[in-house]
T-cell receptor, first 112, second 113 residues
Framework: GENVEQHPSTLSVQEGDSAVIKCTYS??????FPWYKQELGKRPQLIID?????GEKKDQRIAVTLNKTAKHFSLHITETQPEDSAVYFC???????????FGGGTRLMVKP | NAGVMQNPRHLVRRRGQEARLRCSPM?????VYWYRQLPEEGLKFMVY????????ESGMPKERFSAEFPKEGPSILRIQQVVRGDSAAYFC???????????FGSGTRLTVV
């Protein structure tokens, strides 16, 4: 089955700096890669996603890049703000199935 | 659209009791997924269901755990004879057909004492 590794597990940045979270996946058949943000005690919420026919996608301060050859994808947050502090999860979906396999999460702390 | 509704939000059970967790998917969503999240850990897939069908239960423990999604009513995750190690947050997500964009519920936090 699919295996998703996520790094780093914790990330601390100063407000205004950029943050990058990286994920690798094992199944070359995976074709959908969402990112979820989970604030303390709350539900995971989709913040951005990318499909395998696209190399990069951007939404304001958030961007995701995908390298299918290397089987890795990354989340980039620019001009970080304290409200970006949360746990971020990457995930991957294998083409044949409908389930998402999640990475272990990254706890992002943005210091004011 | 009320979103994905889970209840109860918090559930306390003594060891050996049964826990029943409920999930009502978003309107128009016919696919339901259950995930378990241990404290400070990620989301582990448990089971994927469509109405009256279990599509994939590869993440479910072989004993004590079961899930259903009947024709009418919510999806139910049932844990029999709970043990302390079952304490976790259980999240349900739903998606429409042919679209894997999940919407998560607020979760049920199970505490076994």
């Amino acid at each position: 089955g699919e295996n998703v590794e996520q790094h780093p597990s914790t990330l601390s940045v100063q407000e205004g700096d950029s943050a990058v979270i990286k994920c690798t996946y094992s199944d070359s058949a995976s074709n959908y890669f969402p990112w979820y943000k989970q604030e303390l005690g709350k539900r995971p919420q989709l913040i951005i996603d990318i499909r395998s026919n696209v190399g990069e996608k951007k939404d304001q301060r958030i961007a995701v890049t995908l390298n299918k050859t290397a089987k890795h994808f990354s989340l980039h947050i620019t001009e970080t703000q304290p409200e970006d502090s949360a746990v971020y999860f990457c995930a991957a979906k294998v083409n044949a199935g409908n389930m998402l396999t999640f990475g272990g999460g990254t706890r992002l702390m943005v210091k004011p | 659209n009320a979103g994905v509704m889970q209840n109860p939000r918090h559930l306390v059970r003594r060891r050996g009791q049964e826990a029943r967790l409920r999930c009502s998917p978003m309107k128009g969503h016919s696919h339901v997924y259950w995930y378990r999240q241990l404290p400070e850990e990620g989301l582990k897939f448990m089971v994927y269901l469509q109405k009256e069908n279990i599509i994939d239960e590869s993440g479910m423990p072989k004993e004590r755990f079961s899930a259903e999604f009947p024709k009418e009513g919510p999806s139910i995750l049932r844990i029999q004879q709970v043990v302390r190690g079952d304490s976790a947050a259980y999240f349900c997500a739903s998606s429409p057909p042919f679209n894997v964009a999940y919407t998560f519920g607020s979760g049920t936090r199970l505490t076994v004492v």
